[in-house]
């Protein structure tokens, strides 16, 4: 006899499944596919003549390139989490989480998890912001109130991306 019961919702629930499942999934293939859906959109509405469209789809583009950081950074820090001791192996004394291997691979593995989870959450976040600087239909005019934020989101991007570029 099956039981057709579903368990109550509580929000560790759903925000278990909104990283992990089909929304978390979904978000970070759209903020792959950002930057060139929003480089074909500039380049389209640039060659109609339409500056202020083609200004919102190159501010998607920057948008798009935050993300292509954003997943980068994620997926160095979940592969180097989860092969910490295949990937950096040295005296294990000074690492995090030594002296012994099993205790800096675990160390590693436990900044990885939250990392990756607020990078699902911020790739949610670049993702309805692209969408809201796009026009709502043909020839109408973008959200122009979303703007601002778009300018301020790829500045601080290019900014990390600076600063991590120079610790390397």
Known sequence: MESTQ?????????????????PGLAAVGRAVILLPVS????LREL????????LSSLLGAGLGLVAWFIV?????????????????????????????PVGAW????????PIVVAAVWLLRGLVALGARN???SAGSPPRNRYLPLSLLVVAAGAVLL??????L
């Open 6 to 22: 579903q368990l109550p919702s509580t929000p560790v629930r759903e925000f278990v499944a909104k990283t992990v499942g089909r």
């Open 39 to 42: 480089a074909g959109r500039f």
């Open 47 to 54: 060659s109609k003549g339409r500056c202020t469209d083609a």
């Open 72 to 100: 980068l950074i994620s997926a160095q820090a979940a592969v180097n989490g989860a092969l910490y001791p295949l990937l950096d192996a040295h005296d294990y004394r000074h690492s995090w989480g030594g002296p012994t």
């Open 106 to 113: 675990a160390a590693h593995a436990a900044l990885a998890v």
């Open 134 to 136: 796009r026009p709502s």
């Open 162 to 167: 600076v600063s991590w570029l120079h610790q």
